[in-house]
């Protein structure tokens, strides 16, 4: 053994330096070098798209989501359910079990059939159960909308290798598009890559607008699918612009309504006095008009400065009419556009009232209305007095969430027990026309309290280099 021990260690000391060189070009040529000689030589076409949000590997953007794999189900543009990786579903034990059967034969991107051990959820405060064929949920209440939180795609994660000694998670879907790498920076993507037999998709994830136009200024994207704005884009060669209008998403001002400031005539009041675009952009309410549900005869708070008035006077505030508006730098110059309509109202009020007998000039003073700007991009909706800012609707009618008094999701503090009872009954109630009656009577109660000034859809903007 002696000998053999000489001669290794005369050999490394004669040729180590040479075998260590060679080991450390191998670990970079094929964990580096190799991969990208591999992607420089495919054919396929490339598309690089820009991302505006901070995501995660376990938390990614719908539409990416939705390329890479399915749900139980799949929702549709009106809000209806279709099945996807569920064949059927049914309802059992008055609409708090739901039993969905999973489809035979379908198999994830790495050939591993789907089983309904690999659906998961991570729903809280409800059972889950398996069998060979189905999935079932049994849950605390009756939710009718349940079968539409399953169209939420699923994927499984396995570790592959990665650098060639190392591992690291890989997203694995049931869609058209595989993940085939990706790049993270403290957990936040910065890049995802997706094939498809035909493409490959390059998404590169930015925090705000302003970084993604830079971005693609610069030439480091392509792609910008969906802006809320051109930018100064327009006149640039080279580039197209498209822009869609989007009745699921709508641009509101929302009152803090449990501020003194804001009384229901107040909020009426306000929401006269802003002027409001043209039909094809108009949002009446926190529902869409493509919805199956969606109350065509709901209040619509025209702009009518009189009326606007009336409301004002019908009792003079406690306090004078100070209000910080918040926004983001997207909406900013509706913001000064409301700025201005709402103090020119102030003064259209203020001499009103002073025509008006019933109030001291005291209170006529109070009703003077004094706007300041508030501008982020990340706005605290725990503290604002008034906020505007964007919403997207969900497919189903469910409001809950964001107008139940008792939900921690209920941003502008809105209390109204009619409204409460409404919106639990809609969540229980499977009867599809009795549904839609209650989701109705919800749009006309609420709509008369006035708890935010609906104003227009969103555009969806698309930018891409042609």
């Known amino acids: 053994m002696r000998k053999y021990y000489w001669y290794f260690t005369a050999f490394f000391r004669k040729h180590g330096t040479i075998m260590l060189v060679s080991v450390i070009f191998a670990v970079g040529f094929f964990s580096l070098v190799l991969p990208r000689i591999i992607t420089a030589v495919e054919r396929k076409e490339r598309q690089y798209v820009g991302v505006i949000g901070e995501y995660t590997l376990d938390a990614l953007p719908p539409r990416i989501l939705e390329q890479i794999s399915l749900g139980l189900t799949q929702l549709q543009a009106n809000g209806t359910v279709n099945p996807s990786i569920a064949q059927r579903w049914v ?47 049994k849950l ?17 994660y396995e570790e592959v290798r990665h650098l060639l000694f190392l591992t690291r998670p890989m997203p694995i879907g049931i869609g058209a598009y595989r993940v085939v790498d990706y790049s993270l920076a403290n957990n936040r993507l910065q890049e995802l890559i997706l094939d498809s037999p035909q493409e490959r998709i390059v998404y590169r994830f930015y925090l705000t607008e302003d970084q993604a136009i830079t971005a693609f200024k610069q030439g480091q994207i392509d792609v910008l699918p969906d802006m809320s704005s051109t930018h100064d884009l327009e006149e640039w060669p080279n580039v197209s612009l498209t822009r869609t209008v989007r009745p699921d998403r709508y641009l509101a001002v929302f009152f803090n309504n449990n501020s003194p400031l804001f009384p229901k005539h107040i ?12 039909e094809e952009y108009r949002a009446l309410g926190p529902i ?37 508006l918040t926004t983001t730098s997207n909406f900013l110059q509706e913001a000064e556009t409301i700025k201005r ?126």
């Open 341 to 466: 309509e709402w103090e020119s109202f102030g003064d259209q009020v203020v001499a009103n009232c002073k025509e008006n007998e019933t109030f001291s000039v005291e209170e006529c003073d109070r009703l003077q209305i004094n706007i300041t700007l508030r501008v982020s991009n990340f706005p605290d909706t725990s503290n604002f007095q008034a906020l505007l800012i964007g919403q997207e609707t969900p497919a189903d009618p469910d409001q809950y969430h964001l107008w139940h008094s008792e939900q921690n999701t209920n941003f502008t503090q809105y209390s109204n027990t009619r409204i409460d009872a409404l919106l639990e009954r809609g969540r229980t109630t499977s009867e599809s026309n009795e549904r839609r009656a209650i989701y109705q009577e919800f749009q006309q109660f609420f709509l008369e309290d006035a708890p935010a000034v609906f104003l227009r859809h969103l555009d969806s903007i698309r930018i891409e280099r042609t």
């Open 91 to 137: 309802t059992e034990d008055d609409g708090r079990t739901y039993r969905f059967v999973i489809r035979d034969n379908l198999v994830w991107q790495d050939g591993k059939t789907v089983s309904p051990d690999d659906i998961v959820y991570n729903f809280q405060d409800l059972e889950t159960i398996r069998t060979p064929t189905d999935i079932i949920f």
């Open 267 to 278: 909020r009426q009041g306000l929401s006269y006095a802003l002027s409001k675009p043209d």
């Open 288 to 324: 869409s008009p493509t919805s199956w549900v969606y109350l065509e005869s709901s209040k619509r708070y025209d702009y009518d400065i009189p009326r606007g008035i009336e409301r004002m006077l019908d009792e003079a505030p406690s306090a004078p009419l100070d209000i910080e």
């Open 140 to 156: 605390p209440d009756a939710y009718v909308p349940f079968p539409s939180v399953v169209a939420k795609p699923i994927l499984r």
